[in-house]
């Protein structure tokens, strides 16, 4: 049974209608919005889906508050903002895979899967059915290293759900988290009274100890600081170099700091056309785009088939400066010249067209005998 399909609502304490969440929360039923909404399941799922992001409870941000989220996280069934965005592609595709609202292509599938989940309300019920410290919860202007203190206790850790949820979420989902940390709730059969003392007590307890169970590269890269992100297209590669007899099976991988995402592979083609796009956090100090081919190997290890490099950084400043700007024109930002020591095969163009700062490029691949590779990056403004 997935996430979206289970009972959300936390189990109840003798003595009490209803556990901690419930005594400092209202929400609206969930079959209010279920319903709200399947009245509009022959629309197209863009309205759709704008429709549930004016419910009430996803209006802000999920986990730090900020209005007007406009990213999704799909397998946890959140609305978020672009900051917690970047901690939640930071837990891994297998924890949060997250999408934008906007710039995203959307099914009727997705979307019903987020009406399934029941909105930020429905989620947060579960996930923070315990989290009594209302104070520890990020804030709009909160730090990266608080959001994700907050974010992994939430979602990687569990530590804010009821036990009884958390039990059987761990069973659907084995070896998540070797060793999580105690549940900041009691025993479901304890007062409400005595649960709240008892989530304080080991709150105060913790403070210098949590997380050390998590692996630091991971504690790391979620805590770094994010100015944007960036959108890749890989369009196609010309001309590849051969590593299975006569042709080749591959694949593109880019990383940007400690993140890295991948196309599909492309089976015995040697001019493979992707027309993939891909998304990644842009750091506060921002690092080259690094790009990576490779020919897939079912028996053996993947052979390498050439890398590139990019300077992102007058992406991002072009992006800073259109952001600023009084005029939003279509027109050239700024220019590079092909050069034998450069890896772009001709000569490129910054430009924004459409409120879209973006670069078409041309790389020559390195340290292989042949093959170029077509992408275009777009770097998204901060407000989106």
Known sequence: MSLGQENVYPVE???????????????????????????????????????????????????????EPKWVSLSLGVFICIKCSGVHRSLGVHIS??????LDEWTDDQVDMLVGYGGNTAVNKRFEACNIDQLKKPKPDSNNEERNDFIRKKYELHQFMD????DLFSQQQPNRVNNPPPSLCSSSHRSAKNRIGHAIRNSWGRRDSDHKGTKKSNSLAGMVEFVGLI??????????????????DPYVILSLGQQSVKTRVIKNNLNPVWNETLMLSIPEQVPPLKVLVYDKDTFTTDDFMGEAEIDIEPLVSAAIEYETATIRETRRLGSWLACKEDTSVRDGVTSHEEAKVKQDISLRLQKVERGVLEIQIECLPLTQ
């Not at 895979?97 to 906007?102: A, I």
């Not at 959108?231 to 080749?248: C, E, F, I, Q, Y």
């Open 231 to 248: 959108k890749v297209n890989v369009v196609k590669g010309t001309n590849l170099a051969v590593r299975d007899v006569m042709t080749s």
């Open 163 to 166: 036990p009884k949820d958390r």
């Open 13 to 67: 304490v003798p003595g009490s209608r209803a556990c901690l969440y419930d005594l400092l929360c209202s929400e609206t039923p969930r079959w209010t919005l279920q319903m709200d909404l399947q009245t509009s399941s022959s629309s197209d799922p863009r309205d759709r889906l704008e429709k549930l992001l004016k419910q009430p409870g996803n209006k802000y941000c999920a986990d730090c508050g900020s209005p």
């Open 97 to 102: 895979k997250v999408l934008s609202v906007k």
